[in-house]
């Protein structure tokens, strides 16, 4: 009996997340939503499930290693016990912080938390779960347009997700010879709630940012969740070390 293999997405409370969490469940694959609090996680598993997928919730903070830890072994026990038979196969690192500010306002703890969040805590995970990932598994992090081309007031953001993207490299080498492929997604302009939902909102910022895309407007979460759900497909399954690039040709 073929049991449908177990997907997580980190930050799947909302935004990208979300979107990612639901394409992947209407793909077939048991998801586990994991957010900051059980809230959150819970409200996605609703969604979820009332389109007729299979989810659990996982409480998970990246910033916070002990928390890496309690959700690993969370993770294990909820799998063994309410999935048996399946096997964790997809990991998508989506949680990410963005703090915004030109150089003179750029504070320690704003440095330190971009890349808790964006790099250590994505790096963190993989090393808990890579042991318990599937051979032949896929892992995703999330990267940005931004770590290719500039904008005001993004160094930080934009050097974190350099950096992640360097980490998906060298950790694409390293397992790969158990088949698994670790890839890197980097949205562009996406009408989400991330940056206190000013794209989403804010009609004057979108249609700004979408005269800069070939495409003429910014992306829609589905978007980059297909695109997710694309890259972990047998389809792509030759591909890993790479950055795909889903923003509707921005800066071009």
Do not use: C
């Not at 959150?40 to 996982?58: C, D, F, M, Q, W």
């Not at 003179?104 to 990932?133: E, K, Y």
């Not at 979460?221 to 890259?231: C, G, H, K, M, Q």
Request: no cysteine.
């Amino acid at each position: 009996m073929n049991h449908p293999e177990i997907a997580l997405v980190t930050g799947a409370g909302r935004g990208l997340g979300r979107a990612t969490a639901l394409a992947l469940a209407a793909s077939g694959y048991r998801v586990v939503v994991a957010t900051r609090t059980a809230e959150s996680a819970n409200a996605s598993v609703k969604h979820i499930e009332e389109a007729g997928g299979e989810a659990l919730p996982l409480e998970l903070d990246i910033a916070d290693p002990d928390s890496i830890d309690t959700a690993t072994t969370a993770l294990l026990t909820a799998i063994s016990e309410d999935w048996p038979g399946s096997r964790l196969s997809v990991l998508v690192n989506n949680a990410g912080v963005g703090h915004f500010a030109p150089l003179g306002g750029v504070s320690v703890a704003d440095f330190d938390d971009t890349f808790a969040v964006n790099v250590r805590g994505p790096f963190l995970i993989v090393q808990a779960l890579a042991p318990h990932l599937a051979d032949g598994g896929r892992v995703v992090n999330l990267s940005s347009s931004l770590s290719r081309h500039v904008s005001p007031a993004t160094a930080v953001y934009a050097a974190s997700k350099a950096a992640i993207e360097a980490l998906s490299r060298s950790l694409a080498l390293e397992l790969g010879q158990r088949g698994i492929r670790i890839n890197t997604i980097a949205p562009g302009p996406t009408a989400t709630d991330f940056n206190g939902g000013a794209m989403r909102d804010n009609a004057e910022l979108r249609q700004g940012l979408g005269r800069q895309t070939a495409l003429g407007r910014v992306g829609e979460p589905t978007e980059i969740a297909d695109a997710v759900v694309a890259l972990v497909s047998p389809g792509l399954r030759w591909m890993t070390g790479e950055r795909i690039e889903v923003s509707g040709g921005v800066l071009l």
